[in-house]
């Protein structure tokens, strides 16, 4: 997998999608955009081992270059319900999808694109 995305527009799959994603997982992917420009994610498809807390399955997006923890975490999802979109604060925005060593779903269908604002513009 490609670890970084500087595309205006793409689409992210979970590993294998839309077969199970498989055990023990660590993706990480890194989308920027144009320097001025914002970054826009938004799932159409999810389906993840569930459990309230998502410690065995989830999918985060970091608003940043990274997970450090200097970066605000903007949604961590599991199960089956759609999270809502999330917007970067500026062009980075940080995504990773993590799976343990059972349960595996079908993964999720994650769309990116640059926006000059968080107005959709």
């Given amino acids: 997998m490609r670890p970084w995305y500087s595309a205006t527009s793409g689409t992210i799959y979970s ?4 077969l199970h994603y498989g055990t023990n997982k660590d993706c990480k992917w890194r989308i920027i955009a144009p320097y001025g420009q914002k970054v826009l994610i938004y799932f159409t498809f999810v389906q993840l081992e569930y459990i309230s807390d998502c410690v065995f399955d989830s999918v985060q997006i970091f608003d940043g270059s990274s997970d450090s923890y200097f970066n605000k975490l903007l949604m961590k999802a599991c199960g089956d319900r759609l999270p809502l979109p999330v917007y970067s604060s500026d062009q980075y925005i ?4 993590k799976s343990d060593g059972s349960n595996q779903g079908e993964g999720f ?4 694109k640059a926006l000059n ?3 959709g513009g």
């Fill in 109 to 112: 269908t994650a769309h990116y």
């Fill in 117 to 119: 604002d968080s107005s």
């Fill in 15 to 18: 590993p294998s999608y839309p």
């Fill in 94 to 97: 940080y995504m990773r999808f």
